[in-house]
């Protein structure tokens, strides 16, 4: 068996190695005045724009990004680093700060070099130190697959149907207290109550044809409700996978999550309002900023031969009577269902309970303990220092080492409201918040899961021991991960160091950490 799917591992190789191409992109890093929703603030950007720049390239190809970091404004981090979500790649190019790099210092460059293998679907990349990619650093990611099985079912995907929705803010992230968005941004365009009307974001279609929308949740809080009107929606892919069609009126994107979705422009010549309401903490309204309304996040379906106008109908704030919403457990991958382990036990089981550490929020934690970055990254401990075991670690690092080839299943237990992230796998959801029963024959395959479910079936995931790596398991609202609602799990220390799987740091990640650590607080 190990035999038989290494030779097939290198044909798939050579298969996709004969048509990659090089994508190489220049990204400088500096702190820009922006003004998506009408107010002007300074932003950390990549190229000045926001969202980044779309970061695009084919299924098998490399991708290398040359970091030049110029960030050198005393109200946001300086240092940087930057994550590609989920994608799997080698550890030491995943990004997270403290778990697989020590960040990037300001006037400093650094490349990531990527080979995407035979990873397909829509994904997105952000600053993963503290909180910065709330001050703009986060933007698309999408690697076509020349050879989806589903490309019968649409006749358009390209950058026109790209559609990022990002929570936005008024004060920079480190000067922010209780955040809360200002306003809601579909693409670069968004309105905040009091504010001007900012003209909104307009997709163009036309008669007869059908759209692949992909859509991209860069949030760090909202959650978005996404519809258009007169239009359903046929899924087809979540987080990168590929499922079965499903046909939906409306869905909820969480911070971090994608979704690919059909969309036929069957209906008359008109424009219709695209509608991605906004909700914290389950609300489109907040007592703390009152720029906030989370109901006013709009963009037109335009149809080609339509007027240039919005359109004239009210504008829909939830689900039509008769719609049907998206239930999460509905979801069905289209490439080999079935969690690892099917209906017996898991190999190794955690329940992370997780919870408010301290009366004012600002505290989260897992099993009573906060998630505190080291100074040392958990891939360098294990690279260098040759730790392998849980207690080697410091308690505050939340870190489990996890065995090669196994299952291992995760519950999230502690309540609604949470969107968890897997860095390096995807994986199965045996239980899902949205309710059904346990699945193991054919459960939502993804990477950022919504937490909830009862108390006796907390929301649960399953993945394969088949990576080794430091990979960082996080809340993806960024506050919480801030205030430490995360782990770490260490998949295969051994297999870290040394084997066919292990992660060769180059020169320059090796002295990533030596030039951060002689910076002044303030530069980091
Ligand atoms: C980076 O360069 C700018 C401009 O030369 C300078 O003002 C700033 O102090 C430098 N930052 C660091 C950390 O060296
Ligand atoms: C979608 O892909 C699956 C798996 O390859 C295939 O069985 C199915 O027929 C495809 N559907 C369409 C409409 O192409
Ligand atoms: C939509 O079409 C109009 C008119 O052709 C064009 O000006 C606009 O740039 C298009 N918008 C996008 C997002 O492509
Ligand atoms: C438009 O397309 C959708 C999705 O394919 C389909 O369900 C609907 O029946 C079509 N409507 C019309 C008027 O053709
Ligand atoms: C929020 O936006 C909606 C949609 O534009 C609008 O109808 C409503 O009046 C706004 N609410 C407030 C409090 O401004
Ligand atoms: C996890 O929680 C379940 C349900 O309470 C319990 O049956 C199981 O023993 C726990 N497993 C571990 C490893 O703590
Ligand atoms: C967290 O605590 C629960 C009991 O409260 C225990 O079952 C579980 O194993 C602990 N999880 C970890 C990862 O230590
Ligand atoms: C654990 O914490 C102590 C004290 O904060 C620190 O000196 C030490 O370097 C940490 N160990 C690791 C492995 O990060
Ligand atoms: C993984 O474990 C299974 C059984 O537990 C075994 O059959 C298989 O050979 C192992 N694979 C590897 C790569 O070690
Ligand atoms: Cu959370």
């Not at 790209?162 to 803010?169: A, E, F, N």
């Amino acid at each position: 068996m190990p035999c038989l799917s290494r030779s097939f591992g290198l044909s798939v190789l050579l298969a996709v190695v004969a048509n990659a191409a090089s994508v190489v992109q220049d990204w400088t890093l500096a702190a820009t005045p922006i003004a998506p929703d009408g107010f002007t603030r300074t932003a950390a950007l990549i190229n000045g724009v926001y969202p980044g720049p779309l970061l695009k390239a084919n299924k098998g190809d490399t991708v290398t990004v040359n970091v030049d970091n110029q960030l050198n404004n005393d109200h946001m981090r300086k240092s940087t680093s930057i994550v590609r979500l989920h994608l799997i790649f080698l550890s030491s190019n995943d990004g997270p700060s403290f778990v697989t790099q020590c960040p990037i210092a300001p006037n400093n460059t650094y490349t990531y070099q990527l080979a995407l293998g035979n990873q397909a679907g829509t994904y997105w990349y952000h600053s993963h130190l503290s909180t910065q990619y709330v001050d703009g650093i986060r933007g698309p990611l999408v690697i076509y697959d020349p050879e989806d099985p589903n490309a019968s079912l649409y006749d358009v995907d390209d950058e026109s149907t790209i559609i990022t929705l990002s929570d936005w803010y008024h004060t920079p992230a480190l000067d922010a207290t209780k955040p809360v968005p200002d306003s809601g941004l579909i693409g670069s365009a968004g309105r905040f109550s009091g504010g001007p009307a900012v003209e909104r974001t307009r997709v163009n279609v036309t008669q007869g044809q059908r759209y692949r929308l992909r859509l991209l949740s860069l949030s760090a809080s909202g959650f978005f409700d996404f519809e258009i009107e007169g239009h359903s929606l046929t899924i087809i892919e979540a987080d990168g996978v590929n499922h079965e069609p499903y046909i939906v009126d409306s869905i909820q994107i969480l911070p971090g999550q994608r979704y690919s979705v059909v969309v036929n422009a069957n209906q008359s010549v008109n424009n219709y309002w695209i509608r991605a309401t906004q909700t914290v903490l389950g609300s489109t309204t907040s007592a703390s900023n009152s720029n906030f309304n989370g109901t006013d996040v709009y963009a037109v379906l335009h149809y080609a031969g339509a007027s240039n106008d919005e359109p004239t109908t009210p504008q829909p704030t939830a689900l039509p009577a008769g719609g049907i919403a998206f239930q999460e457990f509905n979801l069905k991958p289209l490439e080999n269902p079935g969690a690892p382990g099917g209906s017996g036990p898991a190999d190794k089981v955690f329940n992370f309970t997780f919870g408010i550490g301290a009366a004012n929020g600002d505290v989260w934690t897992i099993n009573n303990s906060q998630y505190k970055s080291p100074s040392v990254p958990t891939l360098l401990n294990i690279l260098a220092n040759g730790f392998t075991q849980d207690s080697q670690f410091n308690t505050s690092e939340n870190t489990f080492t996890l065995p090669p080839n196994s299952t291992i299943e995760v519950a999230f237990i502690g309540g609604a409201g949470h969107a968890f992230h897997l860095h390096g796998h995807v994986f199965d959801v045996i239980q899902s918040a949205s309710g059904g029963p346990p699945n193991f024959v054919n459960p939502p395959r993804r990477d950022v899961v919504a937490s909830g479910g009862t108390t006796a079936n907390p929301v649960r995931i399953r993945f394969t021991t088949d990576n080794p790596g430091p990979w960082f398991v996080h809340c993806h609202i960024d506050w919480h991960l801030e205030a430490g609602l995360a782990a770490v799990f260490a998949e295969d220390p051994t297999g870290i160091e040394s084997g066919s799987q292990s992660v060769q740091p180059n020169a320059a990640w090796e002295q990533l950490c030596n030039i951060y650590d002689q910076l002044d607080a303030s530069d980091q």
